[in-house]
């Protein structure tokens, strides 16, 4: 999979099934980017490491383009590191030195500082069946003095030049995440990131790149994403040598890490792939690369889930969530989760957060009745925390001030009246272990739904460690990751989700440690559809939850017949959280059949390939096919928000099905060749508003 020519210099082809990546050495000892894009027959078509145009002013160094962009020289771009030295030399001149192949899919490359007793691996791993790079940086202190690392990014990914450019993002906000946001680049730079501690809602950590032409079934695709929960930057930098760049990794904004003699820093993972048919075959492969190589329990089909959340907020109890429990586990729901208000003096917002007891007013006998309750009635039993917040009104505030960060002096700014725990601390992480530890070998729970509420502000850590003070954000983040390694290894059968007031922590590095992310507050099942889009861009559908609520929803008031809300949800992994305790009795029955329905073609829309063939963005009709693995099933949702003038739905053009084989429509006589669902593709009669059909195929 990684091919070593060595002629006059060494040159490394990363070849995977449709794509290569290639990089050299030049005659100044600098690893130059070679190549990256659709297959190469093999390396005599490469370029040569020092081919390059010679601008006047600057001389061949403006057109570098180096792996890792080190800040020295010539070099004007966003430098993928920047570092200072002990005695204020703070320039990097970064030689290869050697190379490692640790396995056949894995490249390290050694670089070395020319003066300085500084050694930097680039490290790369293929994921050759679906296109995909990741890489990441190892900065290595072999000196005797400490080095101020100030960036360090994951990657620098070089593209092919060409005359134009175009990015695709996923902005967003508060219950309206994933927005996909499409623009041509011009000379500068574009940056998306975050600063807020944690990725956000604001911007999500992955990016689209194409040459302006390319759309959902065609054309060349660059993508890439960050996979780290804190404060990422991404910056696509478009020179005026006509040459596009791609910086990725923590972001650099008040960061700065003291790298002590033989301390090593390690930077996430930072991946990059390579479609050529579009955005559709670009999101098909993350959906792959994350179901193979990220998630967890990725060959599980994800349990239809209840949620107490919007049913009963903070207002919980043991009889009241037995009673949903009773009802759920007749809908078909296989585990229930007991969402907000259960602890403390958690009656509201207000107060109760890290007091992680349970509140015997509510739960006079504690969780076990309750949990066996939820057994005793064949599910699993899962519970909400927010381990990184704290209410200033609650006994751990009261007890540890000194545990939040601040200034000291100034005030705290709340945002859902919390404060953030200083996680940096590796006391505040053996507390949130020590607690989560307790609750979850005292109780027999299945599942923990992890939420971070705010971002952060005043970023004072009192007395940090020496020149340690901005290591906070990366600490925070690598103090997550731990607390969750260590209770899985503690409680393997324990799953988590990933929510932060809904989708503000949706990324790879999230992945590796949760089964499944909250996608969104916003239930609204029609805002859900551009929500539920943007998000299936770049992440796969198993991990992404979407409940069924109550109509009106709370979010925007409005009414949407319980089909079209099953219909949205069940493009996801789905859950309930109506108050089923309000629902009629054929309410509930028709829910019932929906769940059992969703059972049947569960597996091939968690895991099949999904094809969004009319976009929400587009028009008022949506429609989104997903086909499994094999081909003999195929799943299509058609929704309509409303018919304007007497026009039709258009009619349908499936995707991905075996052309030679005939399917049969579910509950119809409708069969014909898969090569004419493709190509006359299937009419749908929508006319209401907020109508919507299910249509299941199978090969006959
Ligand atoms: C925000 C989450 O997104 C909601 O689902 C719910 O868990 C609330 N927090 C609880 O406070």
Redesign the pocket.
Known sequence: MIKVADSKSPVWMLRMQHSDYAIGVDAAGKLQHLYWGAKLVDEQDLPGADDRPIWILEDDQGYSRQEIMPWGGLNYDEPGLKVTFADGIRDLVLVYHSYEQPAEDELVLVLKDALKPLTVRLVYKVRAAVDIVERHVELHNEGTEDIRLEQVLSAIWHLPIQPQYRMSYLSGLWAGETQIQTEPLKPGKKVIESRRGTGSHQMNPFFFLDFGLSDEEFGEVYFGAVAYSGSWKIVAEQTTYQSLLIGAGINDFDFSWKLEPGETFTTPISIGGYSGSGYGEASRKLHRYQLQSVLPCADQLRPVLY?S??ATK?DVNEQQQMRLAEKAAKLGCELFVM???WFGERHS?QAGLGDWTVNRTKFPNGLQPLIQHVKSLGMQFGI?L?PEMVNPDSDLFRSHPEWIYHFPGRDRTLSRNQCVLNVAREDVQEHLFGVMHALLSENDISFI?W?M?RYFTEPGWPNAPAGREQELWVRHTRGIYSILDRLQQQHPNVAFEA????GGRVDLGMMKYVVQF?TS?NTDPYDRLRIQEGYSLAYNIKSMMCWVTDAPNYINQRSAPLKYRFHSSMMGSLGIGMNLNELSEEELEQSRQYIEQYKRIRRTIQEGSLYRIASPRASDDTAVQYVSGDQSESVVFALRRSEQFRMPFYPIRLRGLDPDAAYSIEGSDVRRSGRSFMSRGIQVQLEADFTSELIVLRKV
């Open positions: 949620n959340w919007e903070f969402d907000d208000g917002d909400w927010e739904k939420d509420n929510c932060s007031g809904g909250w507050d």
